[in-house]
T-cell receptor
Framework: DSGVTQTPKHLITATGQRVTLRCSPR?????VYWYQQSLDQGLQFLIQ???????AKGNILERFSAQQFPDLHSELNLSSLELGDSALYFC????????????????FGNGTRLTVT | GIQVEQSPPDLILQEGANSTLRCNFS?????LQWFHQNPWGQLINLFY???GTKQNGRLSATTVATERYSLLNISSSQTTDSGVYFC????????????FGQGTELSVKP
């Protein structure tokens, strides 16, 4: 068990809808990262939050947004969903600003599988 | 940005065989990690190894930063080693952005 909790495990929704994915980081970790894994794009970094503030941004669509709350849990909001948004969405956490260090590697949750029909 | 290439793209082994997976990267990095994604989709961190050599049981990893490659060695492979192995890197100015390779899909047959 990595200690990173993601809910829900599975989500099936229709095109045009909006969903929220939730992530609780490992105890003591201040950074949360969101990744998207799809068959054609592989594992793509979306965004990083550190102690409530956005710190790094990757290939995140404008229809997607995220935030990190004072209790350090994070939510990824996906809106106006399209078929191509179907993917496995991972959350990861790390102690500090960097995505893993010698003493504290990056740990991933089990992912949320999103299916858009 | 940094490009990450992994080889081979897939590999089939008999149980007990050894294998070496390679990760080439296009620029200097200060963060390199190997992950295993098991058949259930879970991503497990294997090594944090921006340079040098590490061993953990039947697995070992070596990164030669000056030549921009890393190797993951699996010895005496078991069926539970099946899955996809990813190399991920970050450079000095990448901050929290870890770039993943496309992975090597390993299948170990009994």
């Amino acid at each position: 068990d990595s200690g990173v909790t993601q809910t829900p495990k599975h989500l099936i929704t229709a095109t045009g809808q909006r969903v929220t994915l939730r992530c609780s980081p490992r105890s003591g970790d201040l950074s949360v990262y969101w990744y998207q894994q799809s068959l054609d794009q592989g594992l793509q970094f979306l965004i990083q939050y550190y102690n409530g503030e956005e710190r790094a941004k990757g290939n995140i669509l404008e229809r997607f947004s995220a935030q990190q709350f004072p209790d350090l849990h994070s939510e990824l909001n996906l809106s106006s969903l399209e078929l191509g948004d179907s993917a496995l969405y991972f959350c990861a956490s790390s102690r500090g600003l960097l995505p893993g260090t010698r003493n504290s590697p990056l740990h991933f949750g089990n992912g949320t599988r999103l299916t858009v029909t | 940005g940094i490009q990450v290439e992994q080889s081979p793209p897939d590999l089939i082994l008999q149980e007990g065989a050894n294998s070496t997976l390679r990760c080439n990267f296009s620029d200097s990095v200060n963060n390199l990690q190997w992950f295993h994604q098991n058949p259930w989709g879970q991503l497990i961190n294997l090594f944090y190894i921006p340079s040098g050599t590490k061993q953990n049981g039947r697995l070992s990893a070596t990164t030669v930063a000056t030549e921009r490659y890393s190797l993951l060695n699996i010895s005496s492979s078991q069926t539970t080693d099946s899955g996809v192995y990813f190399c991920a890197v970050a450079g000095g100015n990448q901050g929290g952005k870890l770039i993943f390779g496309q992975g090597t899909e390993l299948s170990v047959k009994p």
